[in-house]
């Protein structure tokens, strides 16, 4: 069977995409085999330390921009039409629940035969979970996605009928609505669960608004003039990621003597939303060497299996990590475990369920 296989596609996704949600995968990856100390080293100290939110900011702003563009695409008279949104949420729910629920109830089983691969995970939790009401682990972000799922029509239609596409005007709303929920953040909801909608849509918020303005071809001239330059700034944005983890920005400030930068607090919040979309933006422009190194086949396979990988790799890793052998085995076996578990993830259940439609033409 074919694996990177665009073929089912509405016709919005672009392959390059594809190399980016790949890339957002391996740095969760990365992250977390640091976390477990499998890594080489001091490497262990620079990737780790919750650089993997790098990747879940980047598959947020994502999520969004795609949705948003795809719904965007529609003229107003399809957007009044029911059937847009049945379609829209039978195809949200249908991405996510599937495989959500197999993975949820591999956790309750490995807990009954103490497998000690999560944490303890019962009944309980299976149904917490599966009405978005908990997110242990890295389930947060699940929570989290389907929760601004419902809220994407609210944007759709509000830039649509309320502000008649009028992408200068909304973007002036945006960033008064962007800072009102960081005050919110801060100073009313400080103590939100890290799974709530509230401490996560300024990330998303920011996916969205990259897809409003790149559909209303804002800053089209800029990037005209940027062009030939658009392949170099997708990258440094990429390496930036780097330099921005918590450990390499501990090396850097204490070599330099500076400040301690929190650079997971709530107000870096809008820094992550605004990268993330640039990133997204930069790739669907560059032409060069970037686009061809993000549509290489192995990073656009990653990206295709991006959800299995992301939901079966916790288990795999804790399995890996309490095996007896020196951390180059680890992290090959970790790797390939992840690459194999996840491709039969994504072919049996994934890929197949991605073709169903409540309608016989994509709506």
């Known amino acids: 069977m074919k694996i990177i296989d665009s073929s089912y596609r509405a016709g919005f996704q672009e392959d390059v995409l594809d190399g980016v949600r790949g890339l957002a995968v391996l740095i969760?990856?990365?992250?977390?085999?640091?976390?477990?100390?499998?890594?080489?080293?001091?490497?262990n100290e620079l990737f780790g330390g919750g650089s993997g939110q790098y990747g879940v900011y980047l598959f947020f702003t994502l999520s969004s921009f795609l949705l948003v563009r795809s719904l965007l695409?529609?003229?107003?008279?399809?957007?009044?039409?029911?059937?847009?949104?049945?379609?829209?949420?039978?195809?949200?729910?249908l991405r996510i629940y599937?495989?959500?629920?197999?993975?949820?109830?591999?956790?309750?089983?490995?807990?009954?035969?103490?497998?000690k691969l999560f944490y303890?995970?019962?009944?309980?939790?299976?149904?917490?979970?599966?009405?978005?009401?908990?997110?242990?682990?890295?389930?947060?972000?699940?929570?989290?996605?389907?929760?601004?799922?419902?809220?994407?029509?609210?944007?759709v239609c509000l830039f649509v009928f309320l502000f008649k596409r009028k992408t200068v005007l909304f973007i002036l709303f945006s960033v008064l609505f962007l800072q009102i929920v960081l005050v919110l953040n801060l100073f009313v909801f400080d103590d939100s669960?890290?799974?709530?909608?509230?401490?996560?849509?300024?990330?998303?918020?920011?996916?969205?608004l990259v897809g409003v303005c790149y559909?209303?071809?804002?800053?089209?001239?800029?990037?005209?003039v940027l062009g030939p330059f658009m392949d170099l700034i997708a990258l440094l944005l990429i390496i930036s990621c780097f330099?921005?983890?918590?450990?390499?920005?501990?090396?850097?400030?204490?070599?330099?003597?500076?400040?301690?930068?929190?650079?997971?607090?709530?107000?870096?919040?809008?820094?992550w939303g605004l990268w993330g979309g640039s990133v997204i933006w930069t790739s669907m422009m560059c032409q060069g060497f970037m686009r061809r190194f993000l549509n290489l086949w192995f990073i656009r396979l990653l990206g295709f299996i991006s959800f299995s990988c992301y939901l079966w790799h916790w288990f795999i890793l804790e399995f890996v990590a309490k095996l007896n052998t020196v951390n180059s085995v680890k992290l090959f076996i970790f790797i390939t475990m992840t690459l194999a578990v996840s491709t039969l993830s994504y072919v049996v259940i994934e890929k197949p369920l991605a073709k169903i439609r409540i309608y016989s033409r994509p709506q």
């Open 120 to 155: 303890c995970f019962g009944l309980g939790d299976f149904g917490e979970h599966l009405m978005l009401g908990g997110g242990i682990g890295h389930f947060w972000t699940i929570v989290a996605e389907v929760r601004f799922y419902f809220i994407i029509p609210v944007f």
């Open 98 to 115: 599937p495989l959500y629920v197999v993975v949820l109830l591999f956790v309750c089983f490995s807990t009954l035969m103490d497998w």
């Open 215 to 224: 559909e209303g071809n804002v800053l089209g001239r800029v990037f005209e």
């Open 243 to 271: 330099l921005l983890m918590p450990g390499v920005l501990n090396v850097i400030s204490g070599y330099f003597g500076l400040p301690h930068i929190p650079i997971l607090s709530e107000p870096m919040l809008n820094f």
């Open 28 to 43: 969760v990856l990365m992250s977390h085999a640091a976390n477990k100390g499998i890594l080489w080293g001091p490497v």
């Open 193 to 208: 669960p890290r799974y709530s909608l509230i401490r996560n849509i300024m990330v998303f918020y920011y996916g969205a």
């Open 73 to 93: 695409r529609k003229n107003n008279q399809d957007l009044k039409n029911r059937k847009i949104w049945l379609e829209y949420f039978f195809r949200r729910l």
